[in-house]
């Protein structure tokens, strides 16, 4: 019996958790022995960063939620190793499986270890090479303990390879997030806030900003904003807000008329929106990878990306952060210049199956 504990903590991670159970279930149908438990750690507990995933994604109900809740990076990477070490203990598993480069990747990677389990990386070995990252300092901690490593590009494969890492401990597997962006397509959902802002599809654009080094300071924030309503054309700009964005977004008191603040989506209502619009405008790691297989362009307000098969071959710019360029790139896509691109090797919807058949073949018994 391979019996595996997978770990999900916030809102990224469960669109990457709920193909890799759904795998799971496929194969116990099958009749292998394979067993899971789903941890929870509650890095991510709002109703519309967590609980709506679970429920339009089909993800179980989890078997323990270690409900850590908000905290410095500190506090909450050490509460999740306090409560996940209890956890662990009490239902133990042979292997730990951990997805992207989130709080709780790090700190369950951390416990699985030191509790001699084995522990797989799921979309391992992609790297900004930006340390002022959080995400960036949890993946290199990830991947220097975890004994094997899915990856979602020939990139995070060469990292992983530069690393010392032998060959035979990465697999090639594809993309997990895009296993539930396909399986999804047919369910997508409109949102109420469509017909109330009469949105008309390719007329829009979708906004996220949520990383420290765009939302922490408010005059930051606002020339931002600014850059991208004086060059979006008059078209409408929507712009789902993040609770960390939300607070900062408070005390800048801005305005303008297409600028329209809505709540967090839902997956299906959140895929639905960016599908049908003009372009998005990011600092999300993973919407570069769901604009890039939409055929979205994708403007990404960073200077760096651990993705760059988005921009080599998708349809992503990497914009940078600097108001001119912001301008420039905005203004550029409104003239018209939309940049079309291929998606990348092995994202067909198929990861979470190779992932789960790897993992019988490694550790099932003979
Ligand atoms: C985390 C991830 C980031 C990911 C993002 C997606 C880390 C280091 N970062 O960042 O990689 O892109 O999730 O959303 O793990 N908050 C709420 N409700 C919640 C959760 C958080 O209001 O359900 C507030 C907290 O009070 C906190 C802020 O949002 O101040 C940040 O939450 P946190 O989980 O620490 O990091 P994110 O910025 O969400």
């Known amino acids: 019996m391979v019996s595996i504990t997978f770990i999900a903590g916030a809102r990224p991670n469960f669109m990457k958790i709920a193909p890799l159970i759904h795998a799971v279930k496929k194969q116990q149908k099958e009749g292998e022995a394979i067993s899971y438990r789903l941890i929870h750690t509650g890095q991510h507990y709002d109703e519309k960063l967590s609980e709506t995933f679970f429920r339009q994604l089909n993800i179980p109900h989890p078997d323990a939620n270690l409900e850590v809740g908000s905290g410095s990076h500190a506090v909450q990477t050490a509460n999740i190793m306090i409560r ?5 203990l009490k239902n133990p598993a042979d292997v730990v499986v951990v997805v992207g480069d989130v709080n709780s990747t790090l700190a369950c990677s951390i416990v699985a270890k030191k509790l001699h389990k084995q522990v797989v990386h799921v979309e391992a070995g992609i790297r900004s090479f930006d340390l002022s990252m959080p995400e960036e300092i949890n993946r290199m901690v990830t991947d220097s303990i975890a004994d094997h490593f899915f990856t979602t590009s020939e990139f995070a494969n060469k990292n992983l390879k530069k690393a010392g ?5 990465i697999h090639y597997v594809g993309n997990t997030m895009i296993d539930t962006l396909l399986a999804n397509q047919d369910r997508l959902r409109k949102p109420e806030v469509a017909d109330e802002l009469h949105l008309e599809e390719n007329n829009y654009f979708v906004l996220t900003l949520h990383r420290p080094a765009n939302v922490d300071e408010g005059e930051k924030l606002a020339e931002t904003l600014r850059a991208i309503m004086q060059n979006a054309g008059g078209k409408p700009v929507v712009f789902p807000v993040h609770p960390r964005t939300a607070s900062i977004l408070g005390q800048t008191g801005l305005k303008y008329d297409n600028l329209h603040f809505i709540d967090p989506l839902g997956y299906l209502e959140f ?3 960016i599908k049908g619009s003009f372009g998005v405008i ?3 790691g993973g919407i570069q990878e769901e604009t890039t297989v939409l055929q979205v362009p994708c403007l990404t307000l960073r200077d760096n990306t651990e993705r760059p098969e ?3 071959i998708g349809t992503n710019v990497l914009v940078g952060t600097a108001i001119p360029d912001i301008e420039r790139e905005v203004k550029n896509l409104v003239s018209g210049n939309r940049k079309t691109g291929r ?3 092995l994202w067909d919807g198929e990861a979470s199956d190779r992932i789960i058949r790897k993992l019988i073949e490694l550790y099932g018994e003979e």
């Open 310 to 312: 988005t921009v080599d």
């Open 84 to 88: 996940f070490e209890e956890e662990l």
């Open 271 to 273: 895929i639905y929106l």
């Open 282 to 284: 990011t600092d999300s």
């Open 165 to 169: 890492i032998e060959a035979d401990r």
């Open 343 to 345: 998606v990348p090797e």
